[in-house]
């Protein structure tokens, strides 16, 4: 929080002046939406305008419509017009995020939505999408083992058949830590089938029981659906979790939930999302 609240409050080079006398504000929604991001706000006015407090008409997460009061915010004039802008920027857009998140997980019945580590405010924007009732993903590459594209020349080095290259790095993994979680990225269906099979060995030989993520980069919902077919008719679709990912778009929702995949991610969640539409008016002393 502090980090982009800091930068904000060095963005207003001080705010400009105004008069000591108490003035109350009021934030009201001039849209509908889903409001994220009450405790960053509890958190700037706390931190650097002590002398306001703020009063909540909502709860985080909590729907309002246009024209609803969302908070109203009390003390020194000064203060609160310095607090002004930078509360509706957090405001709009992590409630933003919030509601553009909630339209995608209501539309996408029972697959998964994630946003992906592709983010413009951090684990602001991945508190967003949980406020919407998104999935968060890894928040950082230290939360789970991944394997791209270019890890496979360190992992499987002078293999140049990808299908080969992917079963090696998979057969390296080292289960006793990294089994809950491992996400591995497959282009085709050749390299999904070659990763489920290693991995299916790798969970025989220590009677394990986890499950790989494959993400099934840039092949669409069709592409997708191949590769579920194939590992069902393999019987190596209980072994692994099936995530769409790459130029994934709201309106082929439809097509995702028919190709058999357990989750979409996509940076379309809180990236180029149009802040909710927030404003404030004062409304006279306390």
Known sequence: MDRWINAMIADEHGGGESSEENIVGEIRAKANGIIAGTS????????HFP???IN????EGEGVQSGEQVLKISGPAVQVLRCERIMLNILGRMSGIAT???AWVSQAGDIGVACTRKTDWGLLDKWSVHVGGGLTHRLSRADA???KENDLPALAPGIDEEDVAVATAVSLIDMDSDAEFTVIEVRDSSQAVAAVKAWDSLQIE???CEKI?????????SGCAEVHHILMQENLRTWCILEGSGGVVHEDLGQWIESGVDLVST?????GVSPLDLSMKVVGGD
């Open 145 to 147: 083992l991944m394997i």
């Open 51 to 53: 002398d306001c407090s």
């Open 56 to 59: 909540w008409d909502v709860t």
């Open 40 to 47: 960053v706000v509890d958190r700037l006015v706390v931190q």
């Open 213 to 221: 993520v494959l993400l099934l980069d840039n092949m669409g919902p």
């Open 206 to 208: 220590r009677s394990g």
């Open 267 to 271: 940076s379309a969640l809180n990236r």
């Open 100 to 102: 553009n998140t909630a």
